[in-house]
């Protein structure tokens, strides 16, 4: 099963031997602005982790902006060329924002000169297959998902461009980001996403979970019960393991100690 801890490096580098004995026999490192600290590959390596690097898609405003992609393919052959085992792209999309209170997209992409009048699951779907291109066969693929379904949310694919059956052969790996107290759901809801996603066609689905409420201005009121309901709703068949967000919420309010101890069930 694969076990991944989450290291964001909110708070400068972090010491290494905690993470390399918490039980994850996977990390995904952020490397969003910046390369990840070495010293932490070097000895999760050495441990026999394997490495997933994460990095947002583009930074511009329009996914359909031709810069977008440029920015898109520069980031991931940078990626590629720090040879790590999996590659986790974020936010390929046109931008909107589902974790709110109210069950609507806010914040969301509004046609400009880039995306007026096109078919944007189309335009976001081909990135996907331009990306695929970049990474070599001992890299494995994956991308953060928005944890929708068509029949609950009809209009979201064309908002976002995220159109899941269009996407899911230029992919290894699928991870919902399934902070479910985010979205006003209940814990089930994440093994019932697995199971949509699975329905689909995905194959290889690892539900990333959150550790704290967010975002950060929010008073944390995830109890530690509830965590380790939703690891296990989590680790459900068809389930391929979990992902936790992450080991830097985690020290901020004294969690470390539960995430280990469900990391090493």
């Not at 001992?138 to 996407?167: C, H, N, R, S, V």
Request: with cysteine; charged share 25%; hydrophobic share 35%.
């Amino acid at each position: 099963m694969d076990k991944y801890l989450f290291v964001e490096f909110k708070h400068g580098n972090v010491d290494p031997e905690p993470i390399l004995n918490s039980g994850a026999n996977k990390l995904m490192v952020t490397s969003y602005t910046e390369d990840p600290d070495p010293h932490l590959l070097q000895k999760a390596k050495a441990a026999g982790l394997k490495i997933g690097l994460c990095a947002g898609a583009y930074q511009g405003e329009c996914a359909a902006d031709p810069q977008s992609l440029l920015q898109l393919k520069e980031k991931v052959t940078h990626l590629v060329s720090l040879s790590p085992d999996e590659i986790w792209i974020d936010h390929l999309r046109f931008h909107g924002r589902w974790e709110t209170e109210v069950k609507q997209l806010v914040d969301s992409h509004l046609p400009c000169q880039f995306c007026e009048n096109i078919d944007r699951k189309k335009i976001v779907a081909s990135y996907f297959t331009e990306v695929k291109k970049l990474v070599p066969d001992t890299i494995k693929l994956g991308f953060f998902a928005a944890p929708f379904t068509t029949q609950e949310f009809p209009d979201y694919p064309q908002i976002l461009g995220l159109d899941y059956q269009k996407i899911k052969d230029s992919v290894d790996m699928i991870s919902p980001m399934l902070y479910h107290r985010a979205i006003n759901k209940p814990p089930i809801y994440i093994s019932a996403y697995v199971q949509y996603l699975h329905d689909l066609g995905y194959q290889h689905i690892v539900p990333i979970i959150q550790v704290k409420d967010m975002p950060d201005n929010l008073p944390d009121e995830y109890s530690v019960e509830e965590l380790e309901q939703a690891y296990q709703e989590a680790i459900k068949p068809p389930s391929a393991g979990v992902a936790i967000f992450t080991w830097d919420h985690a020290l901020e309010k004294g969690k470390t100690e539960t995430v280990v101890e469900l990391l090493s069930e």
